[in-house]
């Protein structure tokens, strides 16, 4: 059981990248993000270069289209 101390709604954010887990939080009314979303959040905040850390990111076993990276890569920044 949890506790809150005041009556301040608690904020959170469910960082999951597999798509069924996604889609179930989403359905239960979750707000979720992806380690896409998280990145493009630091490179708009200026703390990482995108277009590097998804290098980076494509060395490991990440998987994820070439369409969604090149969606993220063109998009106009803010």
Excluded at 17 to 27: K, Q
Excluded at 39 to 49: F, I, K, M, S
Excluded at 54 to 60: G, S
């Amino acid at each position: 059981m949890i506790v809150v101390a005041d009556t301040s709604p608690i904020n959170y954010l469910l960082s999951i990248d597999e798509r069924l887990g996604r889609r179930m939080a989403s359905d239960r009314g979750l707000p979720v993000i992806g380690t896409l979303g998280i990145l493009d959040d630091a490179a708009r905040q200026g703390l990482v270069e995108l277009a590097d850390a998804i290098a980076q990111l494509q060395k490991t076993n990440f998987r994820v289209s070439h369409r969604i990276i090149q969606a993220l890569l063109n998009k106009p920044k803010n």
